[in-house]
């Protein structure tokens, strides 16, 4: 993993989203966005742009768009938006955002913000590493023979084997779009603890529509639904198809998973201008 530098070149004249506007491509653990500075909120972009922007073909590519914003009491503002162009909280998203704000001066290692789900604060770690907080999760449902548990944003957990070789997107899309979540679906995700007692995990994201290489929420979710039926202790490691990520947190006697941080790495992919 490549260490980023404080080499980003900010705008400093007006843009507009049909005009050659300057956006940076990240990635972390394979989950990939593309990201905007907006601190002068001159940048708005409509579900259909969105689209563009994060198509794969048409476009610059992404699972999602970051907005990184000013906050009235905190270092910024994070805005995600899904491919599909629908706004929610990413986990994976918020370390991406909180590596930009640091190469563009707005804080010098630790950070606090705001996103979609309320504040969190971070930390950046040596090698491209970012660490950061999530909310307290109080409690985990079960959903027949899964569960469901909220990390900041919707999750459905199930248990697998043979993950490698199990049908991600035709079952998450079937649980993503089930009576169960009418009618605004969940993300679905498969877990597996392997014969080595390592943990492995995949992911269909609502909003995306596909399985994505990662998900930062959704290995927090595995990570405390993991802990809560196997009685494993924190920390947990996980795999996804595109790194590794570690899931910390603490837990009381009233079964509260609190002070919960995730950690994985962040790089910096290419920085472009585009037209829509």
């Known amino acids: 993993m490549h260490a980023i530098t404080n080499s980003i070149h900010t705008a400093t004249s007006k843009e507009h989203p049909t005009s050659g506007t300057h956006f940076f491509k990240y990635q972390a653990t394979g989950n990939d966005f593309v990201l905007a500075d907006n601190r002068e909120s001159r940048l708005s972009f409509t579900a259909a742009q969105v689209s563009k922007i994060c198509d794969r073909r048409f476009g610059i590519g992404a699972d999602g768009l970051i907005l990184l914003e000013k906050d009235p009491s905190l270092d910024f503002k994070m805005v995600y938006r899904n491919s599909d162009g629908s706004e929610s909280f990413c986990g994976n998203g918020c370390r991406?955002?909180?590596?930009?704000?640091?190469?563009?001066?707005?804080?010098?290692?630790?950070a606090s913000f705001n996103a979609y789900d309320g504040?969190?604060?971070?930390?950046?770690?040596?090698?491209g590493m970012v660490r950061f907080s999530l909310r307290e999760v109080s409690k985990i449902e079960n959903k027949e023979e899964d569960f469901f548990i909220n990390t900041g944003t919707e999750h459905h957990v199930r248990f697998v084997k043979e993950l490698a070789a199990y049908p991600v997107f035709d079952e998450g899309r079937k649980m993503r779009y089930s009576d169960l979540y009418k009618p605004n679906g969940t993300n679905v995700d498969f877990v597996e603890i392997n014969g080595d007692n390592s943990v492995s995990f995949r992911i269909y994201e609502r909003g995306v529509e596909a399985e994505t290489y990662s998900?930062?929420?959704?290995?927090?979710?595995c990570a405390l639904v993991v802990a809560a039926k196997t009685g494993r202790p924190s920390p947990i490691k996980l795999s996804a198809p595109g790194g590794e990520l570690e899931v910390t947190f603490k837990?009381?006697?009233?079964?509260?998973?609190?002070d919960i941080f995730l950690t994985g790495p962040v790089q910096l992919v290419f920085e472009t201008t585009y037209d829509l």
């Open 215 to 221: 998900s930062g929420s959704g290995a927090t979710a």
């Open 119 to 127: 504040r969190h604060d971070a930390v950046i770690l040596p090698g």
């Open 96 to 110: 991406a955002a909180v590596h930009f704000a640091h190469t563009l001066g707005i804080i010098n290692g630790t």
């Open 251 to 258: 837990t009381g006697p009233d079964g509260i998973f609190r």
